[in-house]
């Protein structure tokens, strides 16, 4: 089949779409040719067309094709609106000046503003050239009707099995009829702790507490799976059990609070998001409702507002992924962004890479290139705000932010908690400095054109451009009457629908063909309409969360198997095209994925069902045998270990510590330093956050004095080495899928323990065990503190050096120690401080024997 080639040719019709100089008025032609044409040829063809080479600014002006789409400007023409035509702006000399050093004439100017108005007409060849694919009709048909992922699921009857006593649910019987295909045994269940521990910290993110290990024990003694179907029914009820799925589902649709790249400005309200993933989880909200809202929130019919704002929030998921804000073309940005959000929804909802058909036909899946540009033209009919609102002056960004963007407001009043209240004079204070600092830039201007020192006026222009970045985003987020405005990320249709056009090799300047909206047509038997007026992404929501879709329901219900069993039915689970890896138990994907269906795509309901098989609780013994057969462990015959990730491993410390604040914290760090650069780990500029924090220090310091008169810089220093760790909160004890998470300075805490990319989409994470790790145990100044905590928990509650062991090794383990560890531990007190008593190394010694458990393997794993 012509779509498992490694390979694409591109076919070219090099015949040109007709200039369609028929269209115009006789009037219209003679205008364009006597008074348009002749001026673009001596002025402009110089520097913007095809005979340039390298084109300026990325604009070329000799096809209309290629004017309408412009350049790093935008478009340089747009028919019938002279004020967002950047040609007439530059003609005029208002932000451009074109022709440099001198002005056309007020009559071809004139004629230009005439031109525009009249709607630009204009008979020149666009040089459009049509690409063909070389997937066919056929080819679609024949993927959709024998590659397993493109059929849609069906029921499946559980099989028979011949150890009928061993199994305790429909997933039993489907993994142990592999396991006797192969002549394979399960292994034993594990002993009750070691479940407990593992439901505990899969569901919630938490080691079980005392109470519940007793309770536990206590249960299974009399019926193991009556105990663990109580224990998984009353986690599930729990708060933190959304706090830890919701973290799971922010790897996978790269959750951050920063767009990333070379500029990296801040998201202050992506913590909204956040909240909504996690009260999603909670409440199960049914998948099919969670999709439809992260991708057509904002078209989705709400009675109330606080419905309204929940869907307008969840569109975040659009706007939230990196970008590049220092792309000087906005055309260029644009496509960019539509590129990253139909990758993201592609892959998080149907495990499928559709971006990969954006510069030629997917080399190896049933996707052609049009398919693309089909879903191009649903997302580009749309707009993305992630940036911050403009304030009455304008919205100016910081010099380096070449594309910004505005916010959405929402219909209830919810501000974000660190945004400041104006008094009237506040107010009037930041408008005046506003015009001050404007008053500057003009006289900048003039003195540059009179001196032509350039490069002091750069310095000059980029210090004034971020000051008044700085002021206007002050005002953006409060009202005429100085009180904050409540503002979330996300998109919003436009107006007018229209189609993309198929680009060559991907490039902007390199247009063909128009295509029309739709799916991708290897996933639809029957492909959905798209209304002329509708963009389709209501449509795309509705189809992805549908019975219609295969993909959906097979791709969830495989992320929850995989954060439950370990790894994934499919362990390409952003993968499931023919270069992905075939699924392990197919009829176990598809019944699984049917229950999900069948249960109103409750995701509560398929974690209950794996938790309560007998597969979920099999002990981790290795078998060598089993191993020879099965290295990988992809049959199940036994329990995959696993090493706790990132996130549990901090909770755990504080939790085991008694410290741990399981009270939501409302909006995050970001959210409280407001839209501003990150900077080496610093939210904005870090020698104006230390000279603020120096200010408060030197009012209350004896020494004010000998600081004013050398130390200020050494003072500086420090105050800026303080404020470095603020995006590592080592010192807030509220659960970690709280931290601050800004792209590229994630929290060493997170970072040094395979935390997800947040610029990418990440359904695995990698899990390794590294001399870096252990370092952290060791020197940490977190670890050290909880240490500290978790000894004194322990001195308090236990008077004995017998039961402190005991009570310390239950916390950390989940178990009381074994004789020898008993034996060792009360040797490594005893030799710690030999020259002191009992009692006076006791709070010292119990820190660095509790640091120990915190620094072992057992601890950092699930067994």
């Excluded at 019975?547 to 952003?574: D, K």
Aim: glycine content about 6%; overall charge neutral.
């Amino acid at each position: 089949m012509a779509f498992y080639r490694t390979t694409a040719i591109l076919l070219l019709l090099c015949a040109a779409l007709p200039c369609r100089a028929d269209q115009l008025t006789a009037d219209e032609l003679r205008f364009f040719e006597t008074k348009i044409r002749p001026v673009l040829i001596r002025e402009c063809y110089g520097c913007h067309s095809n005979e340039a080479g390298n084109v300026r600014g990325g604009l070329r002006l000799d096809t209309k094709e290629l004017m309408l789409i412009g350049g790093s400007a935008g478009p340089a023409v747009v028919p019938g609106d002279v004020e967002q035509s950047w040609l007439y702006n530059a003609i005029t000399h208002q932000d451009f000046v074109m022709p440099p050093k001198r002005k056309l004439s007020p009559t071809v100017i004139d004629d230009f503003r005439q031109w525009i108005e009249m709607g630009a007409p204009d008979p020149r060849a666009s040089n459009i050239v049509e690409i063909r694919s070389t997937i066919s009709e056929a080819d679609v048909q024949q993927a959709r009707e024998t590659f397993w992922a493109y059929k849609k699921p069906v029921d499946q009857t559980p099989p028979d099995v011949k150890d009928i006593h061993w199994p305790r649910t429909d997933i039993d019987r489907f993994v142990l009829a592999k396991l006797e295909q192969a002549d394979l045994q399960p292994t034993a269940d594990a002993e009750e702790y070691k479940v407990l521990r593992r439901i505990c910290f899969d569901l919630i993110g938490l080691p079980p507490t005392p109470e519940q290990i007793t309770f536990f024990t206590e249960k299974w003694e009399n019926d193991p799976d009556q105990a663990v179907s109580y224990v998984v029914d009353k986690l599930l009820e729990k708060k933190q059990f959304g706090e830890r799925w919701g973290r799971h589902w922010l790897d996978v649709v790269r959750f951050a609070e920063s767009t990333g790249r070379e500029v990296n400005m801040t998201y202050p309200h992506a913590w909204r998001y956040r909240d909504y993933v996690i009260d999603s989880f909670n409440d199960d909200k049914p998948f099919d409702q969670f999709v439809q809202q992260q991708i057509a929130g904002d078209l989705l019919p709400a009675k109330t507002d606080e419905k309204w704002a929940e869907n307008l929030v969840a569109t975040t998921f659009l706007a939230i992924g990196p970008k590049n804000i220092n792309e000087q073309n906005r055309v260029q940005f644009a496509a960019d962004l539509v590129d990253e959000q139909i990758d993201a929804t592609t892959r998080v909802f149907l495990g499928t890479s559709v971006a990969c058909a954006r510069c030629h036909d997917h080399k190896f899946d049933a996707i052609p290139q049009t398919d693309y540009y089909a879903m191009a033209g649903i997302f580009r009919n749309m707009t993305t705000y992630f940036g911050n609102p403009p304030s009455d002056f304008g919205n100016f960004s910081a010099a380096q932010a070449k594309q910004n963007s505005s916010l959405m407001i929402l219909p209830i009043d919810d501000p974000n908690p660190y945004d400041k209240h104006y008094t009237k004079l506040e107010l009037q204070s930041l408008r005046d400095e506003i015009t001050e600092k404007m008053g500057e830039v003009k006289q900048l201007r003039r003195a540059n054109m009179g001196d032509g020192n350039a490069a002091n006026a750069q310095r000059n222009r980029i210090r004034l451009n971020n000051e008044l970045a700085t002021l206007s985003n002050k005002l953006a987020v409060v009202d005429k009457n100085g009180i904050p405005r409540s503002y979330c990320m996300g998109v919003q249709e436009r107006r007018s629908p229209t189609n993309a056009k198929l680009l060559l090799r991907g490039e902007i300047d390199q247009a063909a063909q128009v295509v029309e909206r739709g799916f991708p047509q290897v996933l639809c038997s029957v492909l959905p309409t798209i209304d002329n007026q509708s963009s389709g992404r209501l449509e795309l929501a509705s189809w992805i969360a549908s019975e219609q879709n295969p993909l959906a329901a097979r791709v969830m219900v495989n992320r929850i198997w995989q954060y439950m069993i370990g790894q994934g039915i499919v362990t390409s689970t952003e993968n499931f095209g023919t270069t992905g890896q075939p699924p392990s138990h197919e009829e176990l994907l598809d019944h699984l994925a049917r229950r999900f269906v069948q249960s109103g795509w409750s995701i509560k309901s398929v974690v209950r069902d794996i938790a309560t098989s007998r597969v979920y609780r099999m002990s981790t013994t290795f078998d060598s045998q089993s191993h020879q057969y099965d290295p990988d462990n992809a049959l199940l015959w036994r329990a995959n270990p696993r090493r706790l990730d990132a996130e549990a491993i901090r909770d755990a410390m504080l939790s085991i510590s008694g410290e741990i604040n399981s009270d939501r914290p409302r909006g995050s760090e970001v959210a409280q330093a407001g839209y501003t650069r990150v900077q080496g780990g610093v939210l904005g500029n870090p020698r104006d956050i230390a000279r603020r924090a120096f200010g408060t220090v030197a009012r209350n310091s004896r020494s004010t004095r000998g600081m004013q008169r050398g130390r200020m810089d050494r003072s500086l220093q420090d105050v800026a080495r303080a404020v470095t760790g603020q995006l590592d909160q080592e010192n807030s004890k509220f659960r970690s899928i709280y931290l601050p998470i800004v792209r590229d300075e994630e929290p060493r805490s997170l970072d040094v323990f395979d935390f997800a990319d947040s610029s990418a989409i990440i359904g695995t994470r990698e899990s390794s065990n590294t001399a870096n790790q252990a370092l952290y145990m060791m020197n940490n100044r977190f670890v050290i503190q909880q240490s500290n905590v978790f000894a004194d928990r322990v001195l308090q509650q236990q008077t004995t050096p017998t039961k402190q062991l005991e009570f310390a090794f239950l916390l950390a383990y989940g178990r009381p120690p074994t004789s020898g560890e008993r034996s060792a531990a009360t040797a490594f007190i005893r030799q710690f401080a030999p020259t002191t008593s009992y009692r006076s190394r006791g709070q010292k010694t119990m820190s660095a024997f509790c640091q120990s458990l915190f620094a072992s393997a057992e601890f950092r794993y699930i067994d």
